[in-house]
């Protein structure tokens, strides 16, 4: 049997999904109202009646506060005193980099590897050592003898590229096809600027 549908049937409807967009508002920070001078009086007053009780339990305090200590994200453990200068210090900026790094805390930049160019390893500190070796002490006398020839092809070519040469190609050029001719060279000698046409016109 098979079911047809009609007017009557009841057909489910599925709602479109819509994405509701949250608008964060902004966060309004309350306004400081500045002290009166009436409160800035009260408060002097106060100080300099109860100073020497104030200055006591002041003192008090930070003797307590000092003396208490933390272990830093670094691993160091630093006093509550020492905390804004070692957070600001070089030797925490290194450790956290090392820590982020994979490497121990206490890695100084003379304990990490270098990889050299002449495929040699080498730790920092030991640097002079290696440049000393066979391997290093070779590889940069190949490097000095390519950047010589470089240097040397770079001058031959700058010089193929003047007017001298140019001429002097020529003349060579033209005095072997008149020698092959069977003529007289004589005329080369004493016309040193020889073009392409003269070539062409023999």
Request: proline share 4%.
């Amino acid at each position: 049997m098979k079911l047809v549908e009609n007017k009557y049937s009841i057909k489910t409807i599925k709602p479109k999904q819509s994405v509701c967009t949250i608008v964060e508002e902004p966060v309004v920070e309350p306004e400081k109202k500045p002290r009166s001078a009436a409160l800035i009086k009260a408060q002097k007053r106060y100080y300099e009646k109860n100073k020497q009780k104030i200055t006591k339990q002041q003192t008090k305090y930070n003797e307590t506060y000092s003396k208490l200590s933390y272990k830093c994200e670094c691993g160091d453990m630093v006093s509550n005193s020492a905390k804004y200068a070692h957070i600001k210090s070089d030797r925490h900026i290194r450790r956290v980099k090392n820590i982020n790094n994979g490497l121990p805390a206490g890695t100084t930049p003379g304990e990490e590897y270098i990889d050299c160019p002449c495929s040699g390893h080498y730790i920092y500190k030991a640097r002079h050592q290696h440049f000393r070796t066979q391997k290093h002490v070779k590889y940069m006398e190949e490097m000095k003898m390519e950047e010589e020839k470089r240097k040397e092809e770079l001058q031959e070519a700058q010089r193929k590229l003047t007017p001298e040469y140019t001429q002097a190609k020529l003349r060579a050029q033209l005095r072997r096809m008149l020698l092959g001719e069977g003529m007289d060279t004589a005329t080369i000698e004493t016309n040193p600027n020889v073009n392409s046409s003269e070539i062409k016109e023999i």
